[in-house]
Nanobody, 122 residues
Framework: QVQLVESGGGSVQPGGSLRLSCVASGFSFSNYAMSWWRQAPGKERELVASIDRRGGTTAVISSVKGRFAISRDDGKNTVYLQLNSLKPEDTFAYYC???????????????WGQGAQVTVFS
């Protein structure tokens, strides 16, 4: 049974930083690329960042390039998202999921965690 547990969200002022973590279980973590998504209420989830199985290749959307970084620790079945220089428009619930490869645009699993809420306020 796939489980994804996100943590590390919070409320910060513009320019602040947060580090999100996602602990995965129920599948062979090291055999999957991993990803972070974000969603606003009533909107579709948006793929934000992805990392390949070995952690050597990453990709992020243009709006967060240079500010967000994805990483993984296979020994802990955990994927991280470092969020720096946060802006009010980064306010979303953030979720993780697996990908079949780093360039995939659809999640591997239908299961989602509870998400980590990030709120950036002035």
């Amino acid at each position: 049974q796939v489980q994804l547990v996100e943590s590390g969200g919070g409320s910060v002022q513009p320019g602040g930083s947060l580090r999100l973590s996602c602990v995965a279980s129920g599948f062979s973590f090291s055999n999957y690329a991993m990803s972070w998504w974000r969603q606003a209420p009533g909107k579709e989830r948006e793929l934000v960042a992805s990392i390949d199985r070995r952690g050597g290749t990453t990709a992020v959307i243009s709006s967060v390039k240079g500010r967000f970084a994805i990483s993984r620790d296979d020994g802990k079945n955990t994927v991280y998202l470092q969020l720096n220089s946060l802006k009010p428009e980064d306010t979303f619930a953030y979720y993780c999921n697996a990908l079949h490869n780093v360039w995939a645009q659809a999640p591997s699993f239908r299961t989602w965690g509870q998400g980590a809420q990030v709120t950036v306020f002035s």
